[in-house]
Every structure is written in C-alpha cells, then in structure tokens.
C-alpha cells in the first residue's frame, strides 16, 4: 500500500517537473537581453524587464489581444449554450434519435481541425465569411461542439432522475426543468467547460491563419510568427511574446480554479 502510493507521488512529482522545467525555461529566456544566442536553461547576468514591452510593440500585441478578447468573449457563451442544450435533449429529454446523435458528436471528436479547415475555408467564403470575425466565431463553435456535448450529456446522465421527475410532476417544463433544477447544480462542470473553450479559443492558430487575412485582425498565437526570421530567431523576445500570450489563460484559470477543479474531479469520480 505504502508502495503504491509512493508511485504516485513520483508520477506526479515527474509529471510536474514535465511541466514546470519548461515553463522556467521560456521565464528564463524571456528575461535575456534582446538578441542573446541562448543554449538550455541558463540564468542571464542582467534582468532585461524591456524584453516585455519590445514584444508588445513589436508583435503588434494591442490589435491582436483585443481580436483574441472579442473571439472568445462570443465563443465561449455561444458554445456553452449550444453544449449544454444539446446535452440535456440527449441526455433527459431523449430526443428521436439521440443514439446516433451521441455517436456523431463523438465520432466528432477524432476530427483533427488540419483535415477539415481547408474545406471549411471554401464553405464560409462562399456565404462570404472569410476575413471576419462572425466566421471565425461560428467555426470554433462549431469545432468545439463534438466536446461540450458529450461533457454536458455525460453529466446530465449522472443526475438522479427522481429530481427531473419531482420537477415535471410539479409542473415545470422542459427548459424550466433545465433552467431552475439543472442548470444550479451543474455550475463546476459549466465552468470547467468555459473555461476549456476559453483555453481553446485563445490559442487557437492554424483557424485564424486560413480565415483571417488581415494580419491586424488575427489572435494574439499568431503574433507570435512575428518573432520567427528565415534565418535568425530573437528567442528572448519570442520568449516574452509567448508570456504575453498565455497570461490571459493563467488569469482565467486562477480566478475559476475552485469550480474548475471541482468539475473535473466529479467527472472523475462519475465516470
């Protein structure tokens, strides 16, 4: 016993210094002077503060960060909506046909987004979504869904029936069931989800690449491009771009981490 839970810990002390001997690295390299010719993990001899703002100007960060802002702000409640409706007409409501429904929106998720985005890219610049914004939105939801229906449905199937039953035999309907019965104790999974779309939303790259020509109106991902030359890379700048980039998600985590973790560790211990 005492073995097995030794295991553990070295599993996860592993799989933390994974993770975080990385994560120094880029914080390290960020904070070389511009232009350095770096080489591994090495701590530079003056802290260069600067790199953070040459990469803000440099990346043109102002134009991208608001475009990645104003992607996810209509994709992530757009999409959560879509989820968790389609999760409780397959999971409660049981609609006609719910199993092959189920089996699409999974098969949905073994899509990579490589294979489809070319196609998707001519579909939308025939209805003349391209280069906008709307585009944009409405294909990330779109590829979102396959994963927030089956996170929603497989929740829905976790609740106890006896509840959505005493709620229609006192009356209510269908969306008030959802509304005022579900909907209140499925916060943690809700905000496990958003916070996942967000995540997704924000780093997505090769998407806004195809669909966006306009290179002021791209996500912040992909200002990191910027900083990559034919020949030579600025790594501590790249470095700093790439921190620009992934405090947004680190913000969002930290001020939802209670319900995040709380969603994730009931899916874990329901399914």
């Known amino acids: 016993m005492r073995g097995g839970v030794s295991f553990r810990y070295g ?28 080489n591994g993990l090495s701590i530079p001899d003056r802290w260069s503060w600067e790199n953070f703002t040459l990469a803000w100007e ?5 134009a991208l960060m608001r475009s990645s802002l104003l992607i996810a702000v ?12 389609a999760g409780y007409g397959l999971a409660i409501l049981r609609v006609w046909g719910h199993r092959t429904l189920s089996f699409g929106f999974v098969m949905g998720l073994t899509l990579p987004i490589e294979l489809i985005v070319v196609a998707l890219y001519f579909n939308l ?7 906008s914004y709307i585009g944009i939105i ?15 449905q497989t929740h829905f199937s976790n609740v106890p029936e006896e509840l959505v039953e005493a709620a229609r035999i ?7 069931v959802l509304a005022r019965v579900l909907v209140p104790i499925s916060w943690p999974a809700i905000t496990t989800l958003s ?25 912040a991902p992909s200002g990191l491009g910027l900083f990559v030359g034919e020949h030579t890379t600025d790594i501590p ?3 700093a771009a790439c921190l620009i980039v992934i405090a947004p998600i680190v913000v969002v985590y930290l001020l939802f981490q209670r319900s995040f973790v709380s969603g994730i560790t009931q899916g874990a211990i329901k399914g």
């Open 58 to 62: 440099r990346g043109n960060m102002t």
């Open 195 to 219: 916070v996942l779309y967000f995540m997704w939303s924000w780093n997505q790259f090769m998407l806004v690449l195809v669909m966006m020509q306009d290179p002021d109106r791209r996500t």
């Open 170 to 176: 006192d009356g209510a309907r269908d969306l008030i």
């Open 237 to 239: 700048l790249l470095a």
């Open 125 to 131: 610049r025939e209805v003349g979504l391209t280069n």
């Open 74 to 85: 209509f994709v992530v409640p757009l999409s959560v909506v879509l989820a968790t409706l």
């Open 11 to 38: 599993v996860l002390v592993l799989l933390a210094v994974m993770v975080l001997v990385p994560f120094i690295g880029i914080v390290l390299a960020a904070l070389h002077p511009p232009g350095s010719q770096l």
């Open 138 to 152: 409405l294909a990330e939801a779109a590829l979102f869904m396959p994963f927030g229906v089956y996170w929603m």
